[in-house]
């Protein structure tokens, strides 16, 4: 904190300093925002068209807001990025538990102290850090947790039942002044859905029936699934009635911003001098595609919806076991190859829920069939089948090509080999997959990616059958 800030309720005056609510704030500073091109939410990306308006035009009008949408879609984070409308740092009154401002202070120890104390009155500053609560909403959740409760222990002291001074805040006064979420509003027990109504509308809070009227300076934001994600609650309708907003969300819109999405989340990066890594576009559109099928596909329950999350993790998975087949082998290059797609079915499992009965392994073929699709779409983005036919028909005499994920990159391309024009044309088109491959090492892993990739390719259309052991793959026809 700046040591030149106001240190006393005089000192504040003479500074110039004006009394404003939080919304007042989050809209001077958002406006500041706008006409400077600053972005709302820098590291939130496919919502700049869609979902950001809608967030800007309700902090505009003032509103409370709830983000509706299914799980993964970065409702919470950027909940959490509203902070930055606030001031770097606010005045309050020094010792107050709920953020009194000195010109408005709304607790009995406050108005005390301005009272006794006037201009001298000393003044606290908090950083916006400071101004931001939230709550995950769960069924045990109380009135207490939310807005307070009596203090018996301030009671056996000799302070009145009736008085202020017995009171214990709960986290919405002690958020005065700031912005408080509510995670999973549905999952609210109705009765607590209920005991909001006041803070919405009056803006004021009573406890335990006592008439004690604080008039809170809140901006209320909440984030939800939809009312038929689960039976486990809903939002009771006079409540919603009372939110200014309700901004919708969405998963990415196409393949691309996905991709970047995944990209910007995923933990990639190795220790500085390790192995290079390269992740190749075609894994990388394998990856997104998996997760955009899974989002329409009839056998996952969409109501559930799929988590940009499965993506980002998937992708960590591919790239961790091709990091693990590197050490095997001794590569100095980590660059996954289409058979690494096999790991993400663990981090796959548990992220769809299935609108059938799951039975043992039914989750893993689900899944499997999934990944398959997403080959099948991918490769024909960038290849088109027929022009293998040389490659068909050498396997249409009885030959077989084996690879395996913990093979070395030398091994496999010599083993492709075998295929008229299939290493060529591999070698041809890894330059164009995985451009940022720099060294040798990587080129030539680049180069078995892509060779086997053709190999899946052809097989999800039908052209080769596949047979899959402990460790190794063959196609032939």
């Avoid at 017995?166 to 209920?194: S, W």
């Avoid at 995944?262 to 390269?278: I, K, M, S, T, Y």
């Amino acid at each position: 904190m700046a040591t030149d800030r106001p240190r006393t309720l005089g000192e504040l005056r003479e500074s110039g300093h004006r009394l404003e609510s939080v919304k007042e704030e989050m809209r001077r500073n958002l406006v500041r925002k706008l006409r400077a091109g600053e972005p709302l939410f820098p590291d939130i990306l496919g919502y700049e068209e869609t979902v950001v308006p809608q967030i800007q035009n309700a902090i505009l009008s003032r509103h409370d807001m709830l983000f509706l949408g299914l799980r993964g879609q970065a409702k919470t984070r950027m909940l959490r990025q509203l902070v930055h409308l606030l001031d770097d740092a606010a005045p309050i009154v020094e010792g107050s538990e709920i953020n009194d401002h000195p010109y408005h202070p709304i607790s009995a120890f406050a108005r005390q102290l301005v009272a006794e104390r006037g201009d001298e009155t000393p003044v606290a500053w908090i950083g916006r850090e400071h101004r931001y609560n939230e709550k995950l909403a769960t069924p045990d959740v109380t009135i207490a947790d939310l807005i307070g409760e009596v203090d018996m222990i301030k009671h056996a002291e000799g302070r009145y039942l009736s008085s202020e001074a017995t009171m214990h805040y709960g986290l919405i006064p002690r958020t005065n002044r700031g912005i408080f979420c509510i995670n999973e509003l549905p999952d609210l027990a109705p009765k607590i859905q209920v005991g909001l109504f006041n803070v919405l509308e009056e803006r004021d809070v009573q406890i335990r029936g006592y008439p004690i009227r604080m008039e809170l300076d809140l901006c209320l934001v909440f984030s939800a699934n939809p009312e038929d994600y689960t039976n486990r609650g809903r939002i009771v309708t006079p409540l919603k009635d009372r939110i200014g907003s309700v901004v919708r969300t969405h998963y990415p819109l196409t393949r691309e911003i996905g991709m970047a999405v995944n990209d910007a989340n995923a933990e990639l990066d190795r220790p500085e001098g390790g192995p290079e890594v390269v992740v190749p576009l075609y894994i990388k559109e394998a990856v997104e595609e998996v997760a955009r099928l899974a989002r329409t596909s009839p056998h996952v329950n969409q109501q559930s919806g799929v988590s940009v999350r499965m993506s980002i993790a998937n992708l960590e998975n591919v790239v961790s076991n091709a990091e693990r087949r590197a050490l095997v082998t001794g590569e100095d290059a980590i660059v996954p190859r289409i058979g690494d797609l096999a790991s993400a079915l663990a981090s796959s499992r548990g992220k769809l829920e299935l609108t059938m009965a799951e039975e043992d392994g039914h989750e893993d073929k689900l899944i499997q069939r999934i990944i398959d699709e997403a080959v099948k779409n991918v490769f024909a983005l960038h290849f088109d089948a027929r022009e293998f036919r040389p490659i068909v028909q050498y396997f249409e005499s009885g030959q077989t090509v084996e690879t395996g994920d913990m093979l070395d990159s030398r091994a496999v391309l010599d083993r492709v080999a075998k295929a008229p024009g299939l290493r060529k044309r591999a070698e041809e088109a890894a330059p164009e997959l995985a451009p940022e491959a720099r060294s040798p090492t990587a080129r030539l892993a680049a180069a078995a990616g892509v060779a086997e990739f053709i190999l899946e390719g052809l097989h999800v259309h039908n052209k080769l059958n596949k047979a899959t052991k402990q460790g190794g793959t063959s196609y032939r026809r």
